[in-house]
């Protein structure tokens, strides 16, 4: 094999380099080349382009979300927080010792491309961040776009993804316990599929990302190294290139859940015997970014010899070895003494293992192959101090007629008669309908820890089994809202995801975020993202909630067409006892039915509108966060004294969608009267104004609810009792309807 040295660079100044072939610009090599005092070798070149890549750098981000998050956050939003940005993912205290990391990402491009394997791979790279803390993995999320419904390529990749995602989680025996699955054109050649975890830790056993120790080994064990998923995080796999160069690969991994289940074991046990020092999993960019991440957090250098590499496919060149994004591989470091124990217990899960390298105390990164020493390398240069670009942004010039298109001009139900076609329809519409098609395919309650799932209205995990402690975790984004205004919808998926922590009795404490925008090359769209982060920033600190880290996903385009810009907010909640989690629907007949909050006429971006008219316009329902915090103190209350038998947010959809899914939970119908609230039938139905809920209490228990409502200035109503088998709404008609009439056909593919 012919070996491009970094001997043969410093004697080869003048050779052309593929840098503008693997997505780096002029000056960006231009500053590899002064950062090396030389040309790079072909090995450096593919390292710098993939780690200097927007989905590994974020280069056009990092500025805002410095200016934002980091000079936001509060030490008093800290308070919880263990660790925040800038290892594999956030550590919150969650009470008695214990900790829980959680992180949401994305796997969009690979999903389209290959569906089946890019989204069962996003699940298994999340899980692998939360092993990387030191955490069992107990529970998995999910956020899925897709495009038209009508479209039949959509079901080529909407099944495929979520089969994906149950295939790889239900192997690893995790429960998926949340999540949104929404469809709108602007996601057909770019659907969206984020995924979260969750892992549970005491304080003590938090591991870091941070090579230490002068000596100590580099241990590589896990799946052997092939060719799949080859610069997957750039442009690599697009290219084929010479002499120790990636050649043209497949850029979507390929999973094994069963291999990734031994590994969780095989951690677990090697941190329980202490026997780690740093640990990082191998994702994007592969062994050149997790051994210059951790050689750069730790302050260290790092010495690989990339022959000990075991393979699967004698082929790979050194180029290829170094970006292979092949899944289940961890890399860890092991001190001298600890190294047999080490191996032991690697050999004991039969997880194959190689010592690829040791921490050194130069503070490079250095890579041999074969005796041939083709990366030399200030591993900060890579995974630190990469480009930060000051992208142009500015308001689109058609924001303000998009805004100026109200729902002011869109008819109104002229009848009852019409007014009930138009709530089957919303109701039977793909984005409103019951989502069990999905939900149906994962398992929800394998581990026999968690309280509630979908369709509740947030997921609940058991972290202890003799205190009942735990954790509850929702995921939300409406890219409708934040397409209209960036900075108001951005703030309304952080109040929505807060509402259902809160409605299910948890006390919000941290958030992790995936924000998913287009061309940061395009002013208008960079104009979406900035606006966004500033709105989810001033949220969070209104809010006192810390982000503890996530994931900035930009170029999701198709051609010229972005994305709806989309936001999405995972809140972890807490529970002193999973025992005191409230259900999204009544279990019985007889209870009051009360609503909380104030409705106004806010249709526009409603999910009305949209099933109805098709129409997205116009300015979005504002966010007030102090109404936000006030309805969450009342619903954290009366589940803490068990007053409330269930409770559900009003959000996408208005009330008649809330309604609708608390008959359905256990198909106990209601009667509602909808007089108490004060406006028309089509408001009280349809608005889609935040901070409210709806919640069934028991006839005695009437009085807590209104007491606790008067305490934080909620307004509360009666409208209703539940019970019968059907939704009966009286206000200034009628408007029946059998429980079954409520549940909307399931989405299919078109036929041919």
Known sequence: MIHDTVENAFATPDEEMPYAAL????????????????R???????????????HCSYKSSKKHLSAQFGKKTTEHMRKHLLVGMGQNAGVVD???????????????????????????????????????????PVAVMDQLRFGDPNEADT???????????????????????????????????????????????RHEDIHLANAEGVGNKVVLFGARTGGDGIGGASILSSQAFEGGMPTKRPSVQVGDPFMEKILIECCMELFQAGLVEAIQDLGAAGISCATSELAANGNSGMHVNLEEVLLRDSTLNAGEILMSESQERMMAVVTPENLDEFMAIIAKWEVEASIIG???????????????????????????????????????????????????????????????EQIITLLHSPNQAPKDWVTSQYDRFVRGNTALAQPDDAG???????????????????????????????????????????????????????????????????????????????GCAELGIPVTGGNVSLYNS??????????????????????????????????????????????DGSAWARAIHDHVGGLPPQ?????????????????EADVVSASHDVSNGGLIQTLTDMVLRHRIGASIDLQPLGVDDFTALFSETQARAVVAVPEHLLPAVTAAAEAEGVTAARIGTTGGDRLVIDGEETYSFLIDELVGPTPRAPQA
């Not at 070798?41 to 200097?52: D, G, K, P, Q």
């Not at 975790?473 to 409406?478: G, V």
């Open 358 to 420: 040791e921490v050194t105390g130069d503070g490079r990164l250095t890579i041999d192959h074969e005796g041939h020493r083709i990366v030399d390398v200030d591993p900060k240069t890579v995974a630190v101090d990469g480009p930060v670009y000051d992208r142009r942004y500015a308001r689109p010039a058609w924001q303000d007629a998009l805004q100026a298109d109200t729902t002011d001009s869109l008819a109104r139900p002229a009848s009852g008669v019409e007014l009930r």
């Open 558 to 603: 198709s051609g010229d067409k972005s994305i709806n810009p989309t936001p999405v907010v995972g809140m972890l909640g807490v529970l002193d006892n999973v025992a005191a989690a409230r259900p999204s629907g009544w279990f019985e007949e007889g209870l009051a039915i009360v609503a909380l909050g104030d409705v106004a006429e806010e249709f």
């Open 623 to 639: 966010v007030d966060f102090g109404k936000e915090v006030a309805l969450a103190n009342v619903l954290i209350a009366l589940a």
């Open 40 to 54: 790079p070798t072909n090995a450096e070149l593919a390292m710098y382009s993939v780690m200097w890549s927007e």
């Open 23 to 38: 997505g780096l610009k002029d000056d960006e090599y231009e500053r590899i080349v002064g950062l090396l005092g030389r």
């Open 155 to 201: 079901w080529r990749v909407a099944n495929g993804a979520i089969a994906g995602i149950a295939g790889y989680g239900n192997s690893l025996g995790l429960p998926n316990i949340g999540g949104e699955v929404e469809f709108d054109r602007s996601y057909q050649g770019n659907p969206l599929v984020n995924a979260l975890a969750v892992g549970v830790l």
């Open 460 to 538: 609940v995990i058991r972290v202890d089994e003799e205190t009942g402690r735990g954790v509850a975790l929702s995921t939300d984004a409406n890219g409708w809202y934040t397409k209209l205004d960036p900075y108001n919808g951005a703030r309304q998926a952080l109040a929505e995801s807060y509402r259902n922590v809160a409605t299910v009795g948890a006390r919000p404490r941290a958030i992790s975020d995936c924000l998913n925008f287009g061309n940061p090359e395009n002013p208008d769209l960079m104009w979406q993202l900035v606006t966004a982060m500033e709105g989810l920033a001033d």
């Open 94 to 136: 969650v009470g008695d010792g214990w900790a829980v990391t959680f992180k949401v990402e994305s796997h969009n491009s690979p999903s389209y491309v290959e569906p089946y394997q890019g989204a069962a791979t996003g699940v298994g790279g999340i899980v692998r961040d939360i092993i990387a803390m030191g955490a069992r």
